[in-house]
């Protein structure tokens, strides 16, 4: 059997960590881009009820460019929401669509005790359904409830 030149076998070694090299560049300024892009990809499942058969839906959901409204979203109102899945209130993805008067979000952010005394009747079902007070925000501008949900319902 013939044996294997040395020397080729180390140029062989290179070339393959070379490679290896160039693929861990690629690959770690890809998960940078992840990490630093401002909007995040939620993946989630939905369960539809097709002809007696329960379906599983993946959809994939993006928040929306909003530096200031991520970092008022972590800071006060992650403890209580994510913005793909239920925790302690609703998952806040898509909100404005559920919210024929976008003032009355606002002052539902603002204030939902206060809200609720109006009488709305998707506000009442929601603290029902729910069932824990959500503190006032009173602090928060007009502007930053509009940067707020620009991230969670782009
Ligand atoms: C202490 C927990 C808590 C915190 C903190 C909190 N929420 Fe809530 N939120 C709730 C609960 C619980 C509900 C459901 C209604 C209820 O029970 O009053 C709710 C409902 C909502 C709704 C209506 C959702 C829908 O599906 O229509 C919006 C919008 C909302 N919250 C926005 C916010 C924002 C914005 C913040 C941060 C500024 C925030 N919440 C902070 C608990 C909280």
Known sequence: MKELDPNKLKQINNSALLALCILLILGGGLVWEVFTSSSKIFSYEEQTVLGGCGVTNNFVYETGNSPEGELLFQVKCQRCHLVDRKMTGPALMGVRNRWADST??????????????????YAIDLYKAYGTIMPPFPELS??????LLIYVSP
């Open 104 to 121: 009355d979000l606002y002052s539902w952010i603002k204030n939902s005790q206060k809200f609720l005394e109006t009488g709305d009747k």
């Open 142 to 147: 007009d502007e930053q409830i509009a940067e």
